[in-house]
C-alpha cells in the first residue's frame, strides 16, 4: 500500500514562504492527478492545490497567485510552494488523490502555523 508522507511545514510570519513535500512510497505521481488539502481547527478538509499526469493545475481563489504545486515523478514526490501566507492559511496540511475514489490512507499531514 502507498503510503504519503507530508514535509516542511513550520511557523512563519505573515508575507512569508514555506516549501511542502509529500513523499510517495510508489510511483503514482505520473499516472493520476494528486492535490494538496489542508483542514484548519473545526473547519472541513479542502483542496488547495491540484495537478493532472499532464501537468494541469488548479488553484481555488483562496491560494491562487500564492500557491504552486509541482512534482518530481522521478523522485515520486509532490511539492507545494506557498508564498505571501496569510493566518487564515494555518492549518495542517495534507496530499493525496484529487479523485475521492482513489484516495490513499491520509497521512500524518505537516502542521503550517502563520503568525506574528
Known amino acids: 500500500q502507498v503510503q504519503l508522507v507530508e514535509s516542511g511545514g513550520g511557523l512563519v510570519q505573515p508575507g512569508g514562504s514555506l516549501r511542502l513535500s509529500c513523499a510517495a512510497s510508489?510511483?503514482?505521481?505520473?499516472?493520476?492527478?494528486m492535490g494538496w488539502y489542508r483542514q484548519a481547527p473545526r473547519k472541513e478538509r479542502e483542496l488547495v492545490a491540484s495537478i493532472t499526469s499532464n501537468e494541469i493545475t488548479y488553484y481555488p481563489d483562496s491560494v491562487k497567485g500564492r500557491f504552486t504545486i509541482s512534482r518530481d515523478n522521478a523522485k515520486n514526490t509532490l511539492y507545494l510552494q506557498m508564498n505571501s501566507l496569510k493566518p487564515e492559511d494555518t492549518a495542517v496540511y495534507y496530499c493525496?488523490?484529487?479523485?475521492?475514489?482513489?484516495?490513499?490512507?491520509w497521512g500524518q499531514g505537516t502542521q503550517v502555523t502563520v503568525s506574528s
Open positions: 493525496n488523490e484529487v479523485n475521492p475514489l482513489k484516495f490513499r490512507a
Open positions: 510508489g510511483n503514482i505521481f505520473s499516472t493520476t492527478a
